[in-house]
Nanobody
Framework: QGHLVESGGGLEQAGGSLRLSCSAS????????MGWFRQAPGKEREFVAS????????FYGDSVKGRFTISRDNAKITVYLHMNNLKPEDTAVYYC????????????????WGQGTQVTVSS
């Protein structure tokens, strides 16, 4: 079984930046699409960004376009989420995911998940 471990969350002021990391092990994650989702209290898990194994195909959720950047380092089997110009509405638990089947936009279509890392943005 594969394992995904997120890190880099924390408390940041509005307008600030954070970088999340997702380290993968135990599976051939370097050959799989990976992505980020987030979930705020009382809300459904929301698609944030995804990246193909080569990095050639990248998608972003509408709410983060122009502010967040996803990237990956297959040698380190790590995916990153660079978050700029953070807003209070970005506050959520951020989850790393891998190996989607079907729609990459739906959380239920992803097979592997990390435990999540909290991001809190103060106004």
């Amino acid at each position: 079984q594969g394992h995904l471990v997120e890190s880099g969350g924390g408390l940041e002021q509005a307008g600030g930046s954070l970088r999340l990391s997702c380290s993968a092990s135990g599976h051939t994650f370097s050959s799989l699409p990976m992505g980020w989702f987030r979930q705020a209290p009382g809300k459904e898990r929301e698609f944030v960004a995804s990246i193909s194994w080569s990095g050639g195909s990248i998608f972003y959720g509408d709410s983060v376009k122009g502010r967040f950047t996803i990237s990956r380092d297959n040698a380190k089997i790590t995916v990153y989420l660079h978050m700029n110009n953070l807003k209070p509405e970005d506050t959520a638990v951020y989850y790393c995911a891998a190996d989607p089947e079907g729609s990459w936009l739906s959380a239920r279509d992803w097979k592997y998940w990390g435990q999540g890392t909290q991001v809190t943005v103060s106004s």
